[in-house]
């Protein structure tokens, strides 16, 4: 039986884990709910999520929400099955780094990110001052990304998980944004990677067809 | 070579970390960390954590931090030669567990952290307490243990047996219980009350508070 992902294209955290399936090679189908509404009624909070987000995955009878979560499930369960990308490498120390590296996504970028797609593009008020405070924390977090990616391809070096959970983000504020990290080296080169992967071309043709 | 532990021992995320060490029985040094400005050196963000932040975790030539990613490399690390199951085997269960431990980072954290910035550090500054923040989050606290009440139907634990995912939320739910105005949030649910006694009577709990 096929994985089935319930989620929305276009949404970060359903593109994380499309991201993640495509980089696996893991075949899927893609089942968006109606509209946002949708999510909040009460069958949708009983039987999927009972905080009505996206995505839910469904790998035949077991379910498992939250983006983070599913993809390291998809990892445990079946990297290494359909080609040979390792997204969270065996060894226990630079297990523990990807990790370090994915909570730095957590709390130190994705909220300050979140926070400018909503204004920007979400409610439109871009001149907003939590907007604005907003791009001064990114650019104060890129700042500490540059120094991390010295000297690296990747932010362990090479290409992990806490890589692939950083792109979704960035690609909806880059275009209007793009003097902020391309000021960068290292994080424009890393960008760039992660822009040209097969993997994240493959979800984006997903998020335009749908 | 002990494992040390650079932090704070009564900071939340010090805590998730002595907790873990303390029910994987291992023992480990206290490196602490009193002045802020120690954590901001140019040496501090260069090879302990890029963010200026505690907990770090040396164990050995390893350095890493982050609380959570501490404890499943402890855990995963450690976990074969200890008495306890803190992530089981079963990749099932194992993503159930991943799945909750994201529900505390998303839901569960975030509302119960701006209770505990107004009633707790900000009377620590001296600063006032802003009564709107503490009202919007409760509201917000309690639709999530609304949730969590339900999830705890018929179970002692979140995925059923004890884990990791239970142990993140502790420190937290434990600091709004002890230091804020906010506890009956978690006491007039009988589940989620059940839960956390649970919690708290373990051993390593125990210890930890004690300590």
């Known amino acids: 039986m096929t994985i089935k992902v319930i989620g929305f294209a276009r949404s970060t955290n359903t593109l994380r884990v499309i991201s993640c399936l495509n980089e696996l090679g893991i075949p899927y189908q893609l089942e968006p709910p109606a509209d946002f509404a949708a999510i909040k009624k009460d069958d949708y909070l009983a039987k999927k999520h009972p905080f009505g987000k996206i995505p839910v995955l469904y790998d035949g009878d077991y379910k498992i929400s939250e983006s983070r979560a599913i993809c390291r499930y998809l990892v445990s369960k079946y990297q290494g099955k359909y080609n040979n990308t390792i997204l969270i490498p065996h060894d226990v120390h630079e297990a523990g780094l990807v990790d370090q590296f994915i909570f730095y996504e957590s709390f130190y970028y994705e909220p300050v990110v979140a926070k400018i797609i909503i204004h920007e593009i979400v409610l439109k008020t871009p001149e907003s001052e939590i907007a604005k405070r907003a791009l001064k924390d990114l650019d104060k977090v890129l700042g500490v990304y540059d120094k991390l990616l010295e000297g690296k391809e990747y932010l362990n070096g090479e290409f992990s998980l806490a890589d692939l959970f950083h792109y979704p983000c960035a690609h909806f504020i880059y275009s209007s944004h793009a003097d902020l990290w391309d000021k960068r080296p290292n994080v424009k080169k890393w960008l760039n990677r992660l822009r040209n992967r097969d993997a994240w071309k493959a979800s984006l043709e997903k998020k335009n067809k749908l | ?211």
Not at chain 2, 125 to 152: S, T
Request: charged letters at 30%.
């Open chain 2, 1 to 211: 070579m002990p494992i040390k532990l650079i932090g704070y021992a009564q900071s939340l995320p010090t805590r998730r970390v002595i907790l873990t060490l303390n029910e994987l029985g291992l023992s480990y040094e206290l490196e602490a960390v009193t002045e802020i400005h120690t954590i901001k050196t140019d040496d501090f963000l260069a090879n302990k954590h890029a963010f200026g932040k505690i907990p770090v975790l040396c164990d050995g030539d390893f350095t890493i931090n982050e609380s959570r990613a501490i404890c499943r490399y402890l855990v995963s690390k450690y976990q074969k030669d200890a008495k306890i199951v803190l992530i089981p085997d079963d990749i099932n269960k194992v993503s159930l567990i991943e799945q909750y431990i994201s529900y505390e980072l998303s839901y569960f954290d975030p509302p119960l952290t701006k209770i505990l910035l107004q009633e707790v550090f900000n009377k620590r500054r001296g600063e006032p307490i802003d009564e709107a923040i503490v009202k919007q989050a409760r509201e917000e606290i309690e639709k999530v243990l609304d949730v969590y009440e339900k999830i705890l139907v018929g179970k002692d634990y979140l995925n059923g047996e004890y884990s990791l995912a239970d142990l993140f939320h502790f420190p937290c739910a434990h600091y709004i219980c002890t230091d804020t105005q906010q506890g009956d949030i978690f006491d007039t649910r009988p589940n989620v009350k059940r839960w956390l006694d649970n919690l708290r009577n373990r051993d390593a709990y125990k210890k930890t508070y004690a300590e």
